[in-house]
């Protein structure tokens, strides 16, 4: 299922940037592709910014692990196609989505025990304290 969202994903892309070039050529603008890349991730980015960083400000309250959470995710998100493309580039190994989804899926369960491990430890200490303060 994932497999099909991330190609229905590529596939949205490639249109749109098709799109892009064809109403670049339309209206005369020959912006160049660093150009229209420029453009087209500065405003992605700060609409995307105008999302997250009310949901963020509003998190950050109680919930720093869910910031940090949601920002290594991303790393490793990144970090994952790196390896792949850098496997691709250099020839010692194939570029192949599934293990990028088997990556991620590794941090997610490594963080789900971490999560599970950190909150016990918390009902623990708090637990103890509870009692040595009365």
Known sequence: MIEKL???FVVFMAK???RLLTLND???QNFTDKQLHFLVVGIAGILMLLVIY???KLLSRNH???IAFIYVLTLIIGLSFAVEIGQRISGSGTMDFGDILFGVAGFLLMFA???IVREIGLALWN???GFFDN
């Open 127 to 129: 637990l103890i304290r």
């Open 16 to 18: 749109m940037h098709s």
């Open 113 to 115: 025990i971490f999560a």
């Open 6 to 8: 991330a190609n229905a």
């Open 26 to 28: 339309a209206y005369q």
């Open 54 to 56: 009310p949901i963020f």
């Open 64 to 66: 720093v692990l869910m």
